[in-house]
């Protein structure tokens, strides 16, 4: 059996787990998630624990049981406490700013770039050099993150642009001239 398909998933305190056939709705604090599930997967509610079962051992069932209990926790831990993203901005005159719901990036191009939060994610931005991505989403969080980065990919030579705050980079040595 498939290891992390075979693991429980336990439900805290504060969040609500709705079974309809196989749509799940996992409600908490003020989020909401909801998921269709394959119809070769089973799962099963008892009170605060939930539990994924596959039909067979076919490979393709086996692939399913890992990932449907893995998207189904992903929604429980969303809801409860949320996931975060940090980015970090290098360079000199980088920097990001926040009016309402929109992020100002300044990445050296000749015009400034906009971008919106997108519904369910909150962007912060504690200093003028870092920027978190928050929600319940963790498909959405990263993605939002992923975009963000993309606006200025690090440069390989300076190490300039936006990473990741966990993200080592490995920054190349230049030319070193001619030799004779």
Do not use: C, W
């Amino acid at each position: 059996m498939s290891r992390i398909g075979r693991m429980p998933i336990t439900v805290p305190a504060g969040v609500e787990v709705k079974l309809d056939g196989q749509h799940i709705t996992v409600k908490g604090g003020n989020s909401a998630l909801e998921m269709d599930i394959h119809p070769d997967m089973t799962v099963k509610v008892d009170g605060s624990v939930i539990t994924v079962e596959r039909p067979t051992d076919n490979k393709e069932h086996r692939a399913l049981h890992g990932l449907t209990r893995s998207l189904i926790n992903n929604m429980v831990v969303g809801v409860s406490t949320g996931f975060t993203k940090e980015l970090e901005i290098n360079g000199v005159g980088y920097r990001a700013t926040k009016q309402g719901n929109k992020v100002t990036f300044n990445l050296g191009y000749s015009h400034p770039i906009e971008v919106e939060e997108p519904e369910g994610i909150t962007i912060e931005v504690p200093s003028q050099t870092q920027v978190i991505v928050k929600g319940a989403d963790k498909q959405l969080v990263g993605e939002t993150a992923a975009k963000i980065r993309k606006l200025r990919v690090p440069d390989v030579y300076k190490g300039k642009g936006i990473k990741y705050a966990n993200e080592h980079l490995r920054v190349k040595e230049g030319k070193t001239g001619a030799k004779k």
